[in-house]
Structures are given as C-alpha cells and as structure tokens.
C-alpha cells in the first residue's frame, strides 16, 4: 500500500519535532511514527488481499461467470490446438520437447531456483519426465500439482521419485501420492511451470478448462515466475479470448526460444 510519503514530507515531519517538541522527543516520535507506518502497512495489505478475493467464493471459484461467447470462442480454440498439438509425430515431440527443456534449464531462473513447481506430462504435452528427474537428481525440490476438484484449485506434493511417489489421479493426470501432499508452504515455490493447451503471443494462456491451475496461480502471481511450456504450433498470433479470472503467463518457452521479448527471459 503506497502511503503517499516522501522523503520531503519526512524531512518536514522531523523538522516541526524538532521545532516544536526539541531534540530529546524525536527517537520515541520516530518509534512511534514506524509502529505506525508498519499498522498501516499491514492493514493496507489485509485490504488488498481481501480486495482480491471479492470475486472469489470460499470454494475459490470466481463469482462472476464468463460470458457464452467466450465459453464458444475457448471450447472451439482448445479443440483447434489440441488436434495441432497432436498432429505432431511422437519422434517430432520427443525431439522439441527436449530442445524446449534445454532452453529452460539454461534459464537463469532455472538454474537459481531451488524450488519448482513442475508438472508431469501426459499424452502430446510438452515432455518433462526425463527433466523432473534430472531436477531430483541435481537436488532440486520438485513439485507436482494435483487438483481439487471440489474447490477447481490445486495443492502440491513434493516428489523424489517419479515411481513411487506419483498416483494417476481422477482427472487422469499424474499427481503425488496423498502421503506427500500438502507437506510444502507454497511462499517457499521459487519457479512455476505450466502445461497449457495453447498460449498467445501476450502470455495468455488456455487450458483444460477446469480453472484449477488459474485459480490456484492467481495467489502467486506478481511473487514467483510463471512459465508456461509449448510447442511453436501452440502458439496463437491473437490474443486469446480472455476473463478476469484467467492468469498470464510470464514467460513461455517453445522449441525456438523464449517467446514473451519483455518476459523473464533470463
């Protein structure tokens, strides 16, 4: 919350002290001042945080449903892409997948993370088995997201082993066992990476339409990157339908690089 304060109005505050008060009175005025600053700092974040929330129900689900023609304009794009995504021959998204991995691994955020959010990949998504291993490997905490269908939000699980540690889960997508789930405070999440059934050239991003991944990302947005992984035929050149509910992406990465110019490329 910006109180408005500069260093002008600071210098004028502590010179009528001194004028009205003397010397001996300005260390508990500047005590006093910062417990005061810091309440209203607090409070102006609480506001926030439930200023945000308005359109959100307890389940976490938005309030305010989309509008039919963005519904139509979704349903048709999701369609669109994902037959795209699976025209690509196994050996063809083997070998992009790997190049888009390699792209992401050699990414300063990558490489500095400790923390990271990773999906397993299923059926013609980007692959990132082979990669979620290495990550484990090189000591990296690895992530793994499951949904809440009750709540369409997400919790995770940290895995050290891709065997043992994953379930198929009713969405039939690979998620930790519920032994792990839940043992992470998500402040500690120092990297997100996304599936995404296309992404435009803005960071916008279509998924599954289950609005899990959006509802959970909203809370972290602006506070840990969010990078979404495609291939270059995911990639629509117009803005995707978008509502207020849906979650940019801050970089995505394709087989042929970073695509967002003024993303968190590094």
């Known amino acids: ?28 005025f500047i005590r006093e001042g910062a417990t005061l600053f810091a309440r209203m700092r607090r409070y102006g974040e609480k506001i926030r945080h439930e200023l945000n929330e308005i359109s959100v129900n307890p389940e976490g689900v938005s309030r305010v449903p989309e509008d039919d023609t ?39 955020r990558f490489r500095n993370a400790s923390a990271i959010m990773m999906y397993i990949s299923i059926g013609s998504e980007v692959a990132t088995r082979e990669l979620i291993t290495e990550m484990i490997g090189a000591g990296k905490r690895v992530l793994v997201p499951y949904c809440r269908s009750e709540s369409r939000t997400m919790g995770l699980g ?6 043992k540690d994953v379930v198929i889960g009713e969405n ?24 995404g059934v296309c992404f435009d050239i803005y960071g916008g991003r279509l998924g599954r339409g289950l609005a ?11 506070r840990v990157p ?28 394709t087989e042929t690089g970073f695509k967002l110019p003024d993303g968190l490329a590094g």
């Open 158 to 163: 940290e895995i050290r082993n891709l065997e």
């Open 226 to 253: 969010i990078f979404g992984l495609a291939f270059d035929v995911q990639i629509h050149q117009e803005r995707l339908p978008f509502s207020y509910s849906d979650v940019p992406m801050d970089q995505i990465v």
């Open 70 to 108: 963005v519904q139509i304009q979704k349903k048709e794009l999701r369609n669109r892409y994902l037959v795209m995504r699976r025209g690509l021959a196994p050996e063809v998204r083997a070998e992009k997948s790997m190049l888009i991995c390699r792209y992401l691994k050699n990414s300063a």
């Open 1 to 28: 919350m910006d109180m408005g304060i500069g260093f002008s109005e600071l210098l004028l505050i502590v010179l009528l002290v001194l004028v009205f008060f003397g010397s001996k009175e300005l260390p508990r």
């Open 172 to 195: 039939r997508v690979p998620e930790p066992v519920s032994g792990l789930r839940d043992r992470f405070f998500r402040s500690d999440l120092q990297l997100i990476v996304c599936p």
């Open 212 to 222: 899990c991944y959006d509802n959970f990302l909203r809370e972290l947005r602006g």
